[in-house]
């Protein structure tokens, strides 16, 4: 008679308490939090508890007061990813439940075929306060940025690997109207220098929400083609061993540029050198292009 397997040790699951707000800082909802929870996780938890308009389309935020920024969580984002970005001692960042147009671009079923791109001017702030004109370049799930719209002398700026698109909530003197910021999800003790971190940037209102709306779904992109755990239905077997890995963030010449895009993608399905953001012909996105340009 054959002896039985020892059983396999329980898995410890963390679990965490965590307030979510709702709207503003006014109201707020408890939510359980582990290691697997979603931002969309968050949103059907609260729903059901009768906290949200069920008419209306809800996004959650992260909010990163430590820098006064917030930007979209997807919703097949895991919540732990997020707060293992923040600053544990200053207790500053929370999430929030807001109302957003974004929720159906960045939404699982929308995340294009191809990585949008975009070019155009923007002021870049390189130094606190001091401000510099350049041509800024969205491709190859990067940013670039040169003096010239040749692109002669330019220079990476990050990967949408471990970067995304934050709006700025805090008063930031500027010199257009519309301020934005590519910010690292990951630690900051991770970065020897704040400057490869942190990147705020200015533009009109126009190019301002075309540039985040790029960004968002770019990095979208990334994550559905590197992180295929954060698509996988329960269950199904993943795997890592297909993932690219994460390019480095800080600023490095064109001749060190990299000969292939950091993720494998089909050919583009349009190479048009204009100013506008490039997304696949009947896309969500490209029936957006009509509104916002």
């Not at 491709?139 to 003096?147: A, F, I």
């Not at 990476?156 to 970067?163: V, Y």
């Not at 590197?226 to 077997?237: I, N, Q, S, T």
């Amino acid at each position: 008679m054959q002896s039985r397997a020892p059983p396999l040790p329980a898995t410890k699951i963390s679990v965490t308490q965590q307030r979510v707000f709702i709207g503003d800082m006014q109201r707020f909802n408890m939510v359980e939090i582990t290691d697997n929870t979603t931002a969309g996780d968050v949103i059907a938890l609260v729903a059901s508890q009768g906290s949200l308009d069920h008419a209306a389309v809800w996004m959650l935020f992260e909010l990163a007061n430590d820098f006064g920024m917030e930007r979209p969580i997807r919703s097949y984002e895991l919540l732990s990813d997020v707060t293992s970005s923040w600053n544990k001692d200053k207790l500053l960042n929370a999430f929030v439940i807001k109302r957003t147009y974004l929720a159906p671009f960045l939404s699982r079923s929308n995340i294009p075929t191809s990585s949008p791109t975009n070019r155009g001017w923007v002021e870049w702030e390189s130094k606190k306060g001091k401000w510099s004109k350049r041509w800024m370049e969205l491709r190859e799930h990067s940013l670039w940025m040169s003096k010239r719209d040749t692109g002669k002398d330019e220079t990476f700026l990050c990967s949408l690997s471990n970067f995304d698109a934050y709006y700025i909530t805090r008063k930031h003197k500027s010199p257009k109207p519309f301020v934005f910021a590519i910010k690292s999800t990951d630690n900051i003790s991770l970065f020897e220098d704040m400057s490869d971190y942190l990147h705020i940037l200015s533009c009109n209102q126009k190019d301002g929400e075309r540039w985040m709306e790029a960004i968002l779904v770019a990095r979208s992109y990334v994550l559905f083609q590197e992180r295929h755990v954060l698509f996988a239905k329960p269950g199904d077997p993943t795997s890592n061993s297909n993932t690219a890995p994460r390019s480095q963030t800080r600023k490095q010449s064109i001749s060190a540029r990299p000969t292939q895009p950091l993720v494998n993608v089909s050919a583009p399905f349009s190479s048009s050198a204009t100013t506008g953001v490039v997304f696949e012909p009947g896309s969500l996105l490209a029936k957006r292009g009509d509104v916002i340009s």
